[in-house]
C-alpha cells in the first residue's frame, strides 16, 4: 500500500480507527504528520473522526496515538504477567515438549515420558559420565545413525523437515540437553523474552530471572548422574584419546605434585622382537613436557601400575567403610575437622578484621556528611571521599560473604563424610577401573617424582576423593 502511494496510484487511505493503522504513538505520527503529507495522499480514521484535510483534530490524533500506544504496552505487561504467573504454577507454556518427553494428552501444560527418545537422552548423559567432550559424543550419535531432536519431531509428525538444516546433532545441542533441569524432573522456564513490547527479537534473559518449579515431572535422569555430568563441567579438562580411539582413563585428574601442572597423556609404540607391535599409555607433567628439566622434572608414571594403585586404594578404603561404617564416618570427621581447624580459625579471625572495618566506614560516612553540613569540607572533596568509602565497604561486604560461606563449608565436614562412606562402600568388589567410575569418585590425584630408596623405586601418590579430599 505504501508503495502503491509513493508512486501515486494512492490519493486516500481510510481505515476503521486510529489503532488499526498502528499502535507505536512515534511511527504513527510519522505516517500520519509526515509521510503521508509529502505524498500527497489523504488519511481518513472513521470511528476516530480523523481527517488530514482538516488541521482542527490534530491535538486529538496525537492524544488518541498516545492512548493507543498506552493500551499496547499495558496488554503486553498484562500478558506477560499472566504467562511468568502460570511458570510459578509449573505449568509448561512452550510450543514444543523437550527432547525425551511429550506433552500429556490429558493436560497439555504437564510431560510423559517419550521412551525413544529418552533412551537417546540417557545414553548422552553416559557418554558425558564417561568423559566424553560435547563434540565426540555428537560425532558418535551421528554415526549410529541417531535423529537429532528436530528431525525426530517431524518424522513422529509424520512430516518433512521444512527448516534448513543439516539434520545432525551437534556440539551445542549436547551441551544445551545436558545442561537442561527439565531431565531431573524440574520445569526451568522464563529463560529468554523479547526486547521490548515493540521489538519481538528474542535474548537470553540473566539466571536471576529464570522460573524454576523442582518436581513438575517424572525425571529420565538420575540425579548422582545429572550431578557427576555437572561435576565434569566444571573440569574444563580436554581429556586425549589413544591409538584405538578412546579417551585417555586418567585424562584432566592428575597433577604433578611439585609444580601443579597437570600431566599429559602419550602413546609409546615399542616393537618386540617377534615384530610385534605393543602399545604402552603413561603420563608425564605438562610443565616438563613443554618446558624442559628447568621447569619440572619428567614425574612420568605408566597407566598399568598407575591402575593398580588406585584400584587398590578403592578397594581398601570401600572394605572399611562396609565393615565399620560407624568408625570410620568417626575417624574421617575428626580427620578433617583437624586439618581445617587452623584454617577456620585465620578465616574467622579475618571476619572479625573485616566487620570492624565496616563498622568504621559507617562511622566515616556519617562523619563526612556531618563535616559537610557544618562546612568543614567542600562538597568536591565530601563526594571523593564517600565514592571512596562506598567501593571499600562494597569489596569489603563481598570478601566477608566468601568468607562466611567458607566457615559453613567447614561445618559441612559430618555430612560430606557420611555421603563419601556411602558412595566408597559400593565399590568393595570393583573388579576393573573404568573412566566413569574415577569422575564419580575422584577429585584429582597428585604424581610424585620417582625416587630410589635403598636400592626400590618409589613415588609418592596422593588421591582426593569427592566429597572428603586427601584421606591419607
Known amino acids: 500500500m505504501i508503495s502503491d502511494a509513493r508512486k501515486g496510484k494512492i490519493n486516500l487511505i481510510v481505515v476503521k480507527d486510529l489503532s488499526r493503522f498502528g499502535r507505536d504513538y512515534i511511527e504513527t505520527g510519522k505516517y500520519i504528520d509526515v509521510i503521508f503529507p509529502s505524498l500527497g495522499c489523504r488519511f481518513i480514521a472513521l470511528n476516530d473522526g480523523v481527517d488530514t484535510i482538516h488541521k482542527d483534530n490534530e491535538m486529538i490524533m496525537i492524544f488518541k496515538n498516545v492512548m493507543n500506544d498506552f493500551y499496547a504496552r499495558d496488554t503486553s505487561s498484562k500478558i506477560k504477567s499472566v504467562r511468568q504467573s502460570t511458570c510459578k504454577t509449573g505449568k509448561y507454556i512452550g510450543c514444543y515438549a523437550p527432547y525425551g518427553y511429550l506433552k500429556d494428552p490429558q493436560d497439555t501444560h504437564r510431560f510423559i515420558i517419550d521412551e525413544p527418545a529418552a533412551a537417546v537422552v540417557r545414553k548422552i548423559f553416559s557418554f558425558r559420565c564417561k568423559g566424553l567432550g560435547f563434540r565426540k559424543i555428537a560425532q558418535t550419535l551421528n554415526e549410529a545413525g541417531i535423529l537429532p531432536p528436530r528431525e525426530y519431531y517431524y518424522q513422529a509428525l509424520g512430516k518433512a523437515n521444512p527448516h534448513r538444516q543439516n539434520k545432525m546433532w551437534n556440539d551445542v545441542t549436547i551441551r544445551k540437553l545436558l545442561r537442561n533441569e527439565v531431565y531431573i524432573g524440574h520445569m526451568v522456564q522464563n529463560k529468554r523474552g523479547h526486547v521490548s513490547y515493540k521489538n519481538h527479537k528474542q535474548v537470553d534473559k540473566p539466571k536471576e530471572e529464570w522460573i524454576k518449579v523442582e518436581n513438575t515431572h517424572p525425571p529420565i535422569i538420575d540425579m548422582e548422574t545429572w550431578e557427576l555430568a555437572q561435576e565434569i563441567d566444571k573440569m574444563h579438562s580436554h581429556p586425549r584419546y589413544n591409538s584405538l580411539n578412546e579417551i585417555s582413563l586418567f585424562g584432566g585428574l592428575l597433577y604433578c605434585m611439585d609444580c601443579g601442572f597437570a600431566l599429559r597423556h602419550n602413546t609409546e609404540r615399542h616393537k618386540r622382537k617377534n615384530g610385534s607391535v605393543a602399545f604402552y599409555e603413561s603420563y608425564m607433567c605438562g610443565n616438563y613436557s613443554r618446558s624442559g628439566h628447568t621447569a619440572c622434572s619428567t614425574h612420568r608414571i605408566y597407566l598399568k601400575p598407575l591402575v593398580e594403585v588406585v584400584l587398590d586404594d578403592i578397594r581398601t578404603k570401600a572394605e572399611i567403610a562396609d565393615c565399620s561404617e560407624t568408625e570410620m564416618v568417626r575417624r574421617m570427621t575428626e580427620y578433617r575437622q583437624s586439618q581445617s581447624a587452623e584454617e577456620t580459625a585465620a578465616t574467622k579471625k579475618t571476619i572479625k578484621a573485616v566487620r570492624k572495618r565496616l563498622a568504621e566506614l559507617e562511622r566515616l560516612v556519617q562523619s563526612t556528611y556531618e563535616d559537610k553540613v557544618k562546612g568543614v569540607i567542600p562538597e568536591v572533596v565530601c563526594i571523593e571521599l564517600l565514592n571512596k568509602y562506598q567501593t571499600e565497604r562494597t569489596e569489603k561486604a563481598a570478601q566477608l560473604e566468601e568468607l562466611e560461606r567458607r566457615i559453613e563449608d567447614s561445618q559441612m565436614v559430618q555430612n560430606d563424610v557420611q555421603e563419601w562412606v556411602s558412595l ?43 566429597f572428603v579430599g586427601y584421606i591419607g
Open 424 to 466: 566408597i562402600r559400593q565399590y568393595r568388589n570393583l573388579e576393573s577401573l573404568d573412566r566413569e567410575t574415577l569422575l564419580r569418585l575422584i577429585d584429582k590425584i597428585e604424581i610424585g617424582e620417582q625416587r630410589i630408596v635403598d636400592g626400590l623405586k618409589e613415588r609418592e601418590i596422593r588421591i582426593y576423593y569427592k
